[in-house]
């Protein structure tokens, strides 16, 4: 019998995503206050490196779980399945 598939549970980016939401929230209201352009582009900046980080989180989560048990447990296609996924995802994130 195959082992069931070990997914991430993401339970750590789940709160960074919402600390995000409340980084863009506060952009939106200084745009509605009309603050400072350097400003905006300073909270933009934080809030593309915030979700980056997570982006980087998941996608490790994703090969730490999901890859590694297809490769421990799975049958050959699923095997390549996911290296072919984890090849895209990182040809497309990777810049």
Do not use: P, W
């Not at 709160?15 to 509605?32: C, K």
């Not at 979700?51 to 090969?63: A, F, S, T």
């Amino acid at each position: 019998m195959v082992a069931a598939m070990k997914h991430a549970a993401h339970d750590s980016q789940l709160s960074r995503l919402r600390r995000i939401e409340g980084q863009i929230a506060g952009i939106a209201r200084m745009v509605e206050e009309k603050r400072y352009c350097v400003d905006l582009l300073t909270q933009l900046r934080a809030a593309r490196t915030a979700i980056k980080r997570v982006e980087e989180q998941i996608l490790r989560e994703h090969v730490e779980h999901c890859v590694v048990n297809a490769v421990r447990v799975g049958k050959r296609a699923e095997q390549q399945q996911k290296i072919d996924e984890l090849l895209d995802v990182v040809a497309r994130f990777g810049g």
